[in-house]
T-cell receptor, first 112, second 114 residues
Framework: DGGITQSPKYLFRKEGQNVTLSCEQN?????MYWYRQDPGQGLRLIYY???????QKGDIAEGYSVSREKKESFPLTVTSAQKNPTAFYLC???????????FGQGTRLTVV | GESVGLHLPTLSVQEGDNSIINCAYS??????FIWYKQESGKGPQFIID?????DKRQGQRVTVLLNKTVKHLSLQIAATQPGDSAVYFCAENSGGTSYGKLTFGQGTILTVHP
């Protein structure tokens, strides 16, 4: 089945550690996105990529990094510089402008 | 600034009633709008979309209305069912870029009572 796969579903991070969240899509979409969702709030854009080997900062990029070496993959690294990383992270992709973004099922990151 | 502990608007309806969820958007240059449904612990699911050259679009049991004059979007759900209980988000895609970024609204919690 076509879709977006995020892994892992749950992730625990110790203080000071970097962690990488995986996002893979087999929809042949050019654009991919990472959003953060905090409890009781909407989604905020972290990074987005319109094409392989190119990406742009979203509204809350500080403390995060991404890469886009392959069309299918857009991993997100939460670095130790992110002071409040506990959140629900959602990856999405879209085919072109003014079409809907398809979302993965999310990764819940908790700092322990 | 960031709001911590923000409470989402809520809407409670009886099964079989019609529901109307409202959304105000901010960017007059936005040319594409989407409604998403999000169930607890899951990613958002696409419900319906509308382009700025339209003011109404209908799907199965859902209708989206767009009022560009007052920058307002609404989602109407007919004959609401318990399975419709979820958080509903509107999203806008501002124009001018090859792939616009989606900006999400705050969300509304819909609870349907049997």
């Amino acid at each position: 089945d076509g879709g977006i796969t995020q892994s892992p579903k749950y992730l625990f991070r110790k203080e000071g550690q970097n962690v990488t969240l995986s996002c893979e899509q087999n929809l042949n979409h050019d654009a991919m996105y990472w959003y953060r969702q905090d409890p009781g709030q909407g989604l905020r854009l972290i990074y987005y990529s319109q094409i392989v080997n190119d990406f742009q900062k979203g509204d809350i990029a500080e403390g995060y990094s991404v890469s886009r070496e392959k069309k299918e993959s857009f991993p997100l690294t939460v670095t130790s510089a992110q002071k409040n990383p506990t959140a629900f992270y959602l990856c999405a992709s879209s085919a072109k402008k003014n079409t809907e973004a398809f979302f993965g099922q999310g990764t819940r990151l908790t700092v322990v | 600034g960031e709001s911590v502990g923000l409470h989402l608007p809520t809407l409670s309806v009886q099964e079989g009633d019609n529901s109307i969820i409202n959304c105000a958007y901010s960017n007059s240059a936005s040319d594409y709008f989407i409604w998403y449904k999000q169930e607890s612990g899951k990613g958002p699911q696409f419900i319906i979309d509308i382009r700025s050259n339209m003011d109404k679009r209908q799907g199965q049991r859902v209708t989206v209305l767009l009022n560009k004059t007052v920058k307002h979007l609404s989602l109407q759900i007919a004959a609401t069912q318990p399975g419709d209980s979820a958080v509903y988000f509107c999203a806008e895609n501002s124009g001018g870029t090859s792939y616009g970024k989606l900006t999400f609204g705050q969300g509304t919690i819909l609870t349907v009572h049997p």
